[in-house]
């Protein structure tokens, strides 16, 4: 299983980045795929899932309504569109996917929103 995570970067508060997650070595189309994200200091907290058709979407209350999860299953890639960022948002992002009982991560991209 391998989880390559892009498009971080710096953005100022209210501005909007896509992060990208690309997958392989899975079926990738047979899993929920999620997003997670680790600010400093604290610990990684959920932030989105998405069913293996996409069908199913699910989203902590801190971004719901700013952030949307999707998936393309011919790219085997899962996409997080970020809105209306704020200075919080700031933390290193992850893509999971839990396969037979085992968690995997990618190695995480970083998002800092500042002016």
């Known amino acids: 299983v391998q989880l390559v995570e892009s498009g971080g970067g710096l953005v100022q508060p209210g501005g909007s980045l896509r992060l990208s997650c690309a997958a392989s070595?899975?079926?990738?189309?047979?899993?929920?795929m999620s997003w997670y994200r680790q600010a400093p200091g604290k610990e990684r907290e959920f932030i989105a899932e998405?069913?293996?058709?996409?069908?199913?979407?699910n989203y902590a209350d801190s971004v719901k309504g700013r952030f949307t999860i999707s998936r393309d299953n011919a790219k085997n890639t899962v996409y997080l569109q970020m809105n209306s960022l704020k200075p919080d948002d700031t933390a290193v992002y992850y893509c999971?996917?839990?396969?037979?009982?085992?968690?995997?991560w990618g190695q995480g991209t970083q998002v800092t929103v500042s002016s």
């Open positions: 999971k996917v839990k396969r037979a009982g085992n968690d995997y």
């Open positions: 070595g899975f079926p990738f189309s047979s899993y929920t």
């Open positions: 998405i069913s293996s058709t996409g069908a199913r979407t």
